[in-house]
Nanobody
């Protein structure tokens, strides 16, 4: 069974940076899309960024929500077991619990319903 463990959240001032990590246990990250979602109090869980590797295009494809383009970067390590989310120029509206997720199918989706495995979440708080 897939286990995803997030880390790296915390409190930061506006304009600062944080790096989130998502470690996949018991298997490597390959062929199945990975994504970061976030959920603020009283709001629905929303897509933040995604990454998908496949031998079909010999590498990874990345996807971002418009609200984080140019500020956040999703990547993975060479061992194919950890996905990162580098968050720069953070804003108070980025405050949320951030979740790592993996799809159980080889197709990319932007909805939380497209993902089968989830981490426990890590809190990111950006103060103004």
């Amino acid at each position: 069974q897939v286990q995803l463990i997030e880390s790296g959240g915390g409190l930061v001032q506006a304009g600062g940076s944080l790096r989130l990590s998502c470690a996949a246990t018991r298997h490597t990250i390959s062929d199945y899309p990975m994504a970061w979602f976030r959920q603020a109090p009283g709001k629905e869980r929303e897509f933040v960024a995604g990454i998908w590797w496949s031998i079909r295009w010999s590498g990874g494809r990345t996807y971002y929500a418009d609200s984080v383009k140019g500020r956040f970067t999703i990547s993975r390590d060479n061992a194919k077991t950890t996905v990162f989310l580098q968050m720069n120029s953070l804003k108070p509206e980025d405050t949320a619990v951030y979740y790592c997720a993996q799809s159980g199918t080889t197709a990319f989706g932007f909805s939380s319903r497209d993902y089968d495995y989830w981490g426990q979440g890590t809190q990111v708080t950006v103060s103004s």
